[in-house]
């Protein structure tokens, strides 16, 4: 089994910055594609931020310019630094990820269960 686990969401003020982390977890023999989406209320998901298999980044028109993608393969983990929150950000943050499995070598795309981040005005 594979797991996908957020941490850094909360609450902040318009103009702050937070840095989410995704670490990657169980039966993994590598990980391909793995990024960021979120999902504000009534709003379907949308891509924030991604690395792609060829390991380019590509973010979301909302967010080019203030978000950072990163990653650290070692520990199978990516990060998201968001600066100049805007509340038009807050949104439940969910991490994804392709991930080849060791037990077949099949590739499967997985979801964290998200982390909220609030910006107030």
């Known amino acids: 089994q594979v797991q996908l686990v957020e941490s850094g969401g909360g609450l902040v003020q318009a103009g702050e910055s937070l840095r989410l982390s995704c670490a990657a977890s169980g039966s993994i023999f590598s990980i391909a594609a793995m990024g960021w989406y979120r999902q504000a209320p009534g709003k379907q998901r949308e891509l924030v931020a991604a690395f792609t298999n060829g390991g380019r980044a590509n973010y979301g028109d909302s967010v080019k310019g203030r978000f950072a993608i990163s990653r650290d393969n070692a520990k199978n983990t990516v990060y998201l630094q968001m600066n100049s929150l805007r509340p038009e950000d807050t949104a439940v943050y969910y991490c994804?990820?392709?991930?080849?499995?060791?037990?077949?070598?099949?590739?499967?795309?997985?979801w964290g269960k998200g982390t909220l981040v609030t910006v107030s005005s």
């Open positions: 994804n990820a392709n991930v080849q499995r060791l037990q077949d070598f099949s590739v499967m795309n997985y």
